[in-house]
């Protein structure tokens, strides 16, 4: 007899909705999972035949066929595991439960039939609820911040037992508290702009780019300040909304990232010499890269003119629309990227940027795109503490139409 139970796949930070179809037959053990799964897919495989031996349910002399359905589109992560293995359960005759055709089922498994957390799975959450199933049954994962779950249900499992237990009545709802959300000012920042020592036009020209998300182009001599001055820049921005909150676990999830608080804006700040597919995204399964794990904060690329040519080009989709799409042979994923872009780099870099032909230093600053339709600052700093220099800060504010203002200070 076949099964299907639900769970959910992940394009991108889409969810959708998976059926995973098992069929336990009499034969020599083997375990075949079609449904253009990749790799991570097939492993579950072994973990499920494990499980099963740990569990007491050999599956010896057993041919299980699992069908990952819909089959066009390419399955990722271990996140079937829970799945597959209640099917082949439930299939194979070992549970007698009813698995329920509105709850969805994600986890990897470990080996001894414990569930563990898996990549992505806020954004499964989050699909879950949209596909208006009732209850998603998912391992403990406490980096996930709190959800409104209007009348879903969320059952965090810790084994197959226990949802075995929950499904057969013998155990209750188990809900564990999200993380807190912190209040506004209980959020510390580690560098914070009220460091900052002087530079207070620089401090100005900072606070109204923040104001308006306009990118920020730096130069000016060693020491000056200038990457104090970008990292301190997010302390600046609001704290994220409950919404934004939720997109930015979501895309460090999905790209493995750390993330140390969620509330905060993102600051990057990416070496010159990483590559493009990790600046931009990419992969074989596409995955966020600096400028969507930036999604509404900083992306701060400093020793610019260090970057090459073929990255900084590849900025300027996510500079002009806010997103960039990643086509491979079987997927294209859309990620968020709407970062403000700020940029380092000695006298003249700001010509390297091949975006930028149109620009001149000191005029226009950081122009960014041939149409020169994204708003920008450019500040040239010389060192406040040298009692010799004069410090000179431009600050032009540019779009397609005009320019808006162009400031002068000297200090
Ligand atoms: N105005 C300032 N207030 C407080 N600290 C400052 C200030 N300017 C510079 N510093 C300190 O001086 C050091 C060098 O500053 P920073 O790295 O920001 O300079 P920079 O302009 O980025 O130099 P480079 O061109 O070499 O990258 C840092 O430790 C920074 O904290
Ligand atoms: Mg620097």
């Known amino acids: 007899?076949?099964?299907?139970?639900?769970s959910i796949g992940l394009k991108g930070l889409e969810g959708y909705l998976v059926q995973v179809e098992?069929?336990?037959?009499?034969?020599?053990e083997s375990v075949v999972i079609v449904g253009l799964p990749d790799t991570s897919v097939k492993e579950s495989r072994e973990r499920v035949l494990a499980a099963m031996h740990t569990m007491g349910h050999p599956l010896a002399d057993k041919k299980v066929?699992?069908?990952?359905?819909?089959a066009e589109q390419k399955k990722n992560g271990p996140l079937f595991d829970l799945a597959i293995a209640l099917g082949v359960l439930k299939s194979g005759g070992f549970v007698s439960v009813k698995l329920p055709s509105d709850a969805a089922f994600i986890g990897a498994l470990s080996l001894d039939g414990s569930i563990v957390p898996v990549q992505g799975m806020l954004s499964a959450i989050l699909a879950a609820k949209r596909l208006t199933l009732k209850t998603l049954y998912l391992p403990y994962d406490p980096n996930i911040p709190e959800v409104e779950l209007d009348g879903f249900h969320l059952v965090y499992v810790s084994s197959i037992q226990d949802v075995l237990d929950h499904l057969s009545g013998s155990?209750?709802?188990?809900?564990h508290r999200p993380s807190k959300i912190l209040e506004d000012h209980e959020i510390r920042y580690e560098r914070d702009f009220q460091q900052i020592i002087g530079h207070k036009f620089a401090k100005r020209t900072l606070e109204v780019a923040a104001a308006g998300f306009h990118h920020v182009m730096m130069d000016g001599p060693p020491g000056c300040g200038k990457s104090l001055l970008a990292e301190t820049f997010t302390s600046i921005l609001p704290p994220l909304s409950k919404e934004a909150q939720l997109e930015k676990v979501s895309l460090y999830q999905l790209a493995d990232a750390s993330n140390e608080s969620p509330f905060l804006p993102p600051f990057r700040s990416p070496h010159h010499s990483s590559s493009a597919v990790s600046i931009i995204g990419g992969g074989s399964n596409p995955k966020p890269g600096e400028v969507s794990l930036a999604h509404r904060g900083v992306l701060f690329l400093d020793e610019l003119a260090e970057f090459t040519k073929k990255t900084l080009d590849m900025l300027r989709q996510p500079l002009e629309n806010g997103k960039v799409t990643i086509s491979r042979a079987h997927s294209t994923v859309t990620y968020p990227a709407k970062f403000l872009f700020i940029g380092e780099g000695s006298m003249g870099t700001v010509l390297v940027l091949p975006i930028e032909q149109e620009a001149?230093?000191?005029?226009?600053?950081?122009?960014?795109?041939?149409?020169?339709t994204v708003p920008g600052f450019h500040l040239k700093l010389k060192n406040c503490h040298s009692a010799s220099s004069t410090s000179l800060i431009y600050a032009v504010s540019y779009s397609t139409i005009f320019f808006c203002s162009i400031l002068r200070y000297c200090c």
């Open 1 to 6: 007899m076949s099964v299907k139970v639900n």
């Open 22 to 28: 098992v069929q336990v037959m009499e034969g020599v």
């Open 65 to 70: 066929i699992v069908n990952l359905s819909p």
């Open 171 to 175: 155990q209750p709802f188990s809900f």
């Open 360 to 372: 001149k230093v000191g005029e226009v600053g950081i122009a960014v795109g041939r149409t020169g």
